[in-house]
């Protein structure tokens, strides 16, 4: 039956048979070309596995240089101990304060410098990464698709070797060619992912070193004004969320979990603040503040109270309270009792 079909659609065999010799070579070639082509599909997998592999390497090196700039505080906190125990007397410390606010007026320069360029850098590079990584996903269910055709096209080219038809030979060919162009954009796709991830490492060790820093120091004082000294400094995650703190009298970062209620509401507090001053500099904003020291003790509610007083030369701060009576010695505060607020607006509208 196939003998019939094939001299139907060329009759001139009849006459002149086809060498099936060269038909047989011609299928060997094409054969070969599928498997060149499956071996550099694989090496282009291959090569993407690579790229992971750096991109964790990367990783690690920030946390290695996070490590490096933990070490640099808590150095500086031993300076600044040794610092307070020198028995200067007030004019000393006066004079000691007017260097410090020369070099308060440098680093609120830095700070300015480092928010523009924090402002530069765009859009949040998490969202690139997510975008990222769906893309190398994809990259690879293409190239197992590739593979799953080019098994397909070996079982094609066999059936074509036995049965040796014309018309079947130039459908693989065609197959091969489209799989040529599938090849082509893949490793088109590859490249633009790769270039996006570097963009996305670079981005992201710029976006640390403007930020991170300046957040560490400014929550590591308010908390040790807080706490009086009893942590050196707060942990934080690559999104800088706290983790931990370091007790003055041990080596070991403990877990927030491990603190108390009050300690956990400082903790929170210093990064909170911390966070607005990195991220408005002298820009009057609005803190807002919920009920945010309900187990704070009394003596560290006062030092609370001073730093919300010198908070709010720089914000509007709004605290929401079910206990009005611990903020009653705040200078220059506002009450407003919503209760009553409530009621009388609903009095009005009746």
């Given at each position: 039956m196939i003998a019939d079909e094939s001299l139907a659609s060329n009759p001139e065999w009849k006459e002149t048979p086809p060498d099936a010799t060269t038909m047989v070579h011609e299928v060997d070639e094409a054969r070969a070309t599928i498997l060149r082509e499956l071996r550099l599909a694989e090496g282009r997998q291959e090569t993407a596995g690579d790229a992971l592999d750096e991109t964790r390497q990367a990783r690690d090196d920030v946390q290695s240089e996070l490590k490096l700039i933990e070490q640099q505080i808590a150095d500086i906190d031993q300076q600044l101990k040794a610092a307070q125990a020198d028995g200067k007397d007030v004019a000393q410390r006066e004079a000691q304060l007017d260097e410090a606010a020369l070099a308060w007026r440098g680093e609120k320069a830095l700070l300015e410098k480092r928010t523009a360029e924090l402002a530069?850098?765009?859009?949040?590079?998490?969202?690139?990464?997510?975008?990222?990584?769906?893309?190398?996903?994809?990259?690879?269910?293409?190239?197992?698709?590739?593979?799953?055709?080019?098994?397909?096209?070996?079982?094609?080219?066999?059936?074509?070797?036995?049965?040796?038809?014309?018309?079947?030979?130039?459908?693989?060919?065609?197959?091969?060619?489209?799989?040529?162009?599938?090849?082509?954009r893949e490793q088109l796709s590859y490249n633009a992912i790769r270039l996006l991830h570097n963009t996305f490492v670079e981005q992201t060790?710029?976006?640390?070193?403007?930020?991170?820093?300046?957040?560490?120091?400014?929550a590591n004082r308010t908390?040790?004004?807080?706490?009086?000294?009893?942590?050196?400094?707060?942990?934080?995650?690559?999104?800088?969320?706290?983790?931990?703190?370091?007790?003055?009298?041990?080596?070991?970062?403990?877990?927030?979990?491990?603190?108390?209620?009050?300690?956990?509401?400082?903790?929170?507090?210093?990064?909170?603040?911390?966070?607005?001053?990195?991220?408005?500099?002298?820009?009057?904003?609005?803190?807002?503040?919920?009920?945010?020291?309900?187990?704070?003790?009394?003596?560290?509610?006062?030092?609370?109270?001073?730093?919300?007083?010198?908070?709010?030369?720089?914000?509007?701060?709004?605290?929401?309270?079910?206990?009005?009576?611990?903020?009653?010695?705040?200078?220059?505060?506002?009450?407003?009792?919503?209760?009553?607020?409530?009621?009388?607006?609903?009095?009005?509208?009746?």
């Open positions: 530069n850098l765009g859009d949040d590079p998490h969202g690139a990464f997510e975008t990222l990584q769906g893309q190398r996903n994809s990259l690879l269910d293409q190239a197992t698709t590739a593979n799953e055709n080019l098994i397909r096209a070996e079982t094609q080219l066999q059936s074509i070797i036995n049965e040796a038809p014309y018309s079947a030979l130039a459908e693989v060919e065609e197959q091969i060619e489209r799989l040529e162009q599938d090849i082509a060790r710029q976006a640390h070193e403007a930020v991170i820093e300046p957040v560490q120091q400014r908390l040790q004004r807080i706490a009086g000294g009893t942590f050196q400094h707060i942990a934080f995650d690559e999104s800088l969320l706290p983790t931990g703190v370091q007790p003055l009298v041990a080596d070991d970062v403990i877990a927030l979990d491990y603190l108390s209620g009050g300690e956990q509401e400082q903790v929170h507090f210093a990064v909170r603040l911390a966070l607005a001053d990195v991220a408005f500099g002298d820009q009057r904003q609005l803190l807002v503040l919920d009920d945010a020291f309900t187990a704070t003790d009394t003596a560290r509610l006062a030092r609370v109270i001073k730093i919300l007083e010198e908070t709010a030369e720089r914000f509007q701060v709004l605290l929401l309270s079910c206990h009005p009576e611990r903020y009653r010695h705040l200078k220059n505060v506002q009450f407003f009792d919503l209760t009553q607020l409530t009621a009388a607006n609903a009095g009005e509208a009746t």
